[in-house]
């Protein structure tokens, strides 16, 4: 009998001693494979942020265009050789505040439409002191947006002006139209449509087709690059799409620019 209860005792014993064991074995598993995803995702994390600061380096290198700033600092020239005074130091003073918003914003995650309006209507300003009669230009906000609480990314809408601008219009004979509208559709979600009635898409890739790597494509790569990282992130999805108005719209010419930004990070 007390060998029997040494046996059962001694089974006992030794399928704790298992279960100990067992148990022992799977925290040191699951803390390893633990450590291993903390591992991941920081990793996974320090690259996306290392990849954002590229892009938004990138995105500054896009808006600060090279010939728009030759551009500017010709006209300005220009109204000093004129000795238009006024005009000189009106250009001026809009260039410089210009720049110094794209350093401001390049360095921000989200700016309210209140300042991305501000930057758009000063760039604008610039290029119609520069076209003077040959552009003209609107910009129309949906009443139903809060432009002083209402967030967006940067430096993604100038670049789109610039392409409608100087790959569109410019190559166009005749008065140039750039029409820039924010459309209200949900709480957590808004619309950018870029209307321009120069040459169109289609004939401007055409014209760059045969040159080496244009601004123009490198800021379109850029733009798309900062799409996809936005979606990853998961605080933006933003809808983008461009149309050659010639094929969707009867008796018309130019670029069609559509974006839907969606809040996803507020989306609840």
Known sequence: MSKDLDSVLFILFAIALLVIGAVVFLFITFNNRKNELLQEQLETKLKNQ????????????????????????????????????????????????????????????NISLENELKLL????????????????????????????????????????LENAINHGIFHKKGKGTLELKFVYINNNSFKVEVVDNGIGVNK??????????????????????????????????????????????????GTRVVLVFKDTENDH
């Open 50 to 109: 290392k990849r954002q600061h590229n892009l938004e380096l990138n995105a500054l290198r896009a808006q600060m265009n090279p010939h728009f700033v030759h551009n500017s600092l010709n006209a300005i020239q220009y109204y000093i050789q004129l000795n238009e005074v006024e005009k000189s130091e009106d250009y001026l003073a809009k260039f410089s505040k210009l720049m110094r918003l794209f350093f401001e914003y390049s360095r921000k995650q």
């Open 121 to 160: 209507n000063n760039y604008l300003e610039i290029e119609k002191l520069r076209f003077e009669d040959s552009l003209e230009y609107t910009v129309d906000v949906d009443l139903k947006l809060d432009t002083e609480y209402l967030l967006l990314p940067p430096m993604i809408l100038q670049p789109i």
């Open 204 to 253: 401007a890739r055409e014209l760059s087709k045969n040159k080496k790597q244009t601004h123009t494509e490198h800021s379109s790569f850029v733009l798309e690059e900062r799409l996809t990282l936005l979606k990853e992130s998961n605080n933006w999805d933003i809808d983008f799409t461009i149309l050659d108005r010639s094929e969707h719209e009867e008796n018309q010419t």
